[in-house]
């Protein structure tokens, strides 16, 4: 747990804070969606169904996984027949 | 306490299945549980962040308030349940959650804006942010302490993240998935580890693993895991997410703009995006880049990593509670002494993960229910690790973040363990899939 700063300083800082985070959010970051190189590689992904938020592979889309995977498998006996997650 | 409320989820998320499918157990099922249509995150949004509060097609739009409302009610009942057991009291849980529930929303509204999300830059970087801005301006409020478990909501996260490691999966690229992912990623994990002990004489062991971790299994996914399986401070895991996000967002650039300069092998090339590439999300991006086939096959090696940090964070809780903690004494721990240290949620974590492969692979219908259950649960992992991290920020303060950065040895560290994982992983793509199971993927 962090002190607080004393006065009203603490809370010029934190709107400080939050202009500057609205800034990048709202002005910033769609300004560069809208560059053509960026927004070409957003809709590449956007038409690929690619999340490259995702943290963990179940939160991926589906179609993005071989189907059936067994395709891949050397020996198909060893797969494990599941297709997507 | 953290396996009890995983395992109540887990419970909540299953049986939320069998009430709404009579027609599971025949062959082919398909399984959905009314519980999922109530279980949202803020969606994408570029310019306007409104448009992340509302889902659906443009000509019905609708709402998702209702359904973060009722995900944040079903992880509360449980956690002001455990809170008031934990003799922290329920009454003060509830306003403390009310508001770090908002907070965690927000995160999520910074995290789904078009370009962040593209660039790999996750929710748990902005939930940092959210609590650190807070924390660090008009300081943490007081009134928010009943709520502030962030290792409580990391550990029953990382349970319900168990049921989603399915081990049937791990066969899903035959053998030449195994070597790329289990052979090479254990040799440098081990590697950076003992390079970062031994060589540039880290003093924090647990920042070693988990800096060495999320560079050699799956990035932050595995940090957390590792994180909390050698009981690393909150401040060494927000460092080495920020090193490995920051990292991530580079390499999925670069590296097939590299893949394709050489014109090298999309099965190789998917291998090697797979192995290398930190997150998940970002090996997907990048193997689409390259090619359909390089996607694929990239995703799947991704996918077996991904399967390995439930054996990684086992493996490092035995050596931390066997070896690390024992520190410089000779004498072997007694059992007890051991057990008394293990973490014991990882348990917890392994047996959501054999219950629900051996759900998966018992059945169609078994897989269909292990499906769908996980379609609930990742939802509320993904909250509980938000949370987590805003819980983390709101007790972080900026200065003690600057040890981490002076000196410049998890940089060092972090480089040399990519380094190492780039070629020795590009030499076992190229010995799998251009010299031995050449065949084994076809174009």
Same mark, same amino acid.
């Given at each position: ?12 800082? #934190?709107?400080?804070? #939050? ?67 | ?8 989820? !887990? ?10 499918? %009579?027609?599971?157990? $025949? ?13 949202? *995150? %803020? ?12 889902? =659906? ?8 308030? %209702? ?10 009942? /449980?956690?002001? &349940?455990?809170? +008031? ?9 509830? /306003?403390?959650?009310?508001? !770090?529930? *908002? ?27 959210? =609590? ?33 490691? *399915? ?29 970062? $002990? ?6 924090? /062991? ?12 799956? +990035? ?34 670069? $590296? ?5 300069? &050489? ?17 998940? =999300?970002?090996?997907?991006?990048? =193997?689409?880049?390259?090619?359909? *086939? ?10 077996? $990593? ?26 072997? %721990? ?66 003690? !973040? ?24 590009? !030499? ?16």
């Amino acid at each position: 747990m962090t002190r607080p700063i004393a006065g009203p300083r603490r809370w010029r800082n #934190l709107l400080y804070c #939050l202009l500057a985070v609205a800034a990048i959010w709202l002005g910033v970051l769609p300004g560069l969606g809208r560059m053509p190189a960026i927004k070409q590689h957003l809709d590449f992904l956007r038409e690929h169904h690619v999340d490259a938020g995702a943290m963990f592979y179940s939160e991926l889309d589906p179609r993005l996984f071989p189907d059936p995977l067994q395709k891949y498998s050397h020996d198909s006996s060893h797969s494990s027949g599941q297709g997507n997650p | 306490m953290a396996i009890w409320v995983a395992g109540a989820l !887990l419970l909540v998320a299953y049986c939320s299945i069998q009430a709404v499918s %009579p027609d599971v157990g $025949q062959k082919g099922a398909a399984a959905a549980s009314f519980l999922k249509p109530w279980l949202k *995150l %803020p969606g994408t949004w570029n310019s306007n962040p409104a448009d992340a509060f509302q889902s =659906g097609k443009p000509e019905a739009r609708q709402s998702v308030w %209702p359904a973060l409302a009722a995900t944040g009610l079903l992880l509360l009942i /449980p956690f002001a &349940v455990a809170s +008031g057991i934990m003799g922290r009291g329920s009454g003060r849980f509830l /306003p403390a959650f009310f508001v !770090l529930w *908002l907070l965690a929303v927000l995160a999520f509204v910074l995290s789904s804006q078009e370009v962040i999300r593209q660039y790999n830059l996750e929710y748990v970087l902005w939930g940092l942010l959210v =609590g650190m801005i807070i924390s660090n301006t008009i300081g943490t409020p007081s009134f928010l302490r009943p709520a502030l478990c962030g290792e409580f909501y990391i550990k029953t996260g990382l349970v319900l993240l168990g049921a989603e490691i *399915l081990l049937g999966r791990l066969l899903a690229l035959g053998l030449p998935g195994i070597c790329i992912a289990w052979i090479v990623t254990p040799i440098v994990l081990i590697s950076t580890f003992l390079f970062g $002990q031994k060589v540039l004489k880290i003093s924090s /062991p647990s920042l070693n693993m988990v800096i060495s971790a999320d560079m050699s299994v799956c +990035g932050v996914s595995a940090a957390i895991a590792t994180g909390a399986a050698c009981k690393a401070k909150k401040e060494e895991l927000s460092f080495a997410i920020g090193l490995s996000l920051a990292f991530t967002a580079v390499m999925m650039v670069v $590296q097939p703009l590299v893949i394709r300069a &050489v014109g090298m092998d999309e099965r190789i090339a998917g291998a090697w995006i797979g192995g290398t590439i930190d997150s998940t =999300g970002a090996v997907a991006a990048a =193997g689409e880049m390259v090619g359909p *086939l390089a996607g694929e096959v990239a995703v799947v090696v991704k996918m077996i $990593q991904n399967i390995l940090i439930g054996v990684v964070a086992f493996g490092v809780a035995v050596y931390w509670t066997t070896v690390v903690e024992r520190g410089g004494s000779t004498a072997q %721990p007694s059992l007890m002494e051991i057990w008394r240290r293990f973490p014991k949620f990882i348990l917890g974590f392994v047996a959501a993960s054999i219950v629900f492969s051996m759900l998966a692979e018992n059945s169609s219908s078994g897989a269909a229910l292990a499906e769908a259950t996980v379609s609930v649960t990742k939802q509320l992992r993904t909250w509980l690790f938000c949370l987590a991290f805003v819980c983390i920020g709101l007790e972080t303060n900026f200065r003690t !973040l600057a040890p981490y950065f002076s000196g410049g040895k998890p940089l060092v560290l972090y480089v040399v363990g990519q380094s190492l994982n780039l070629t020795l992983t590009l !030499l076992m793509a190229w010995l799998m899939f251009g010299v031995l199971f050449r065949e084994a993927v076809a174009p």
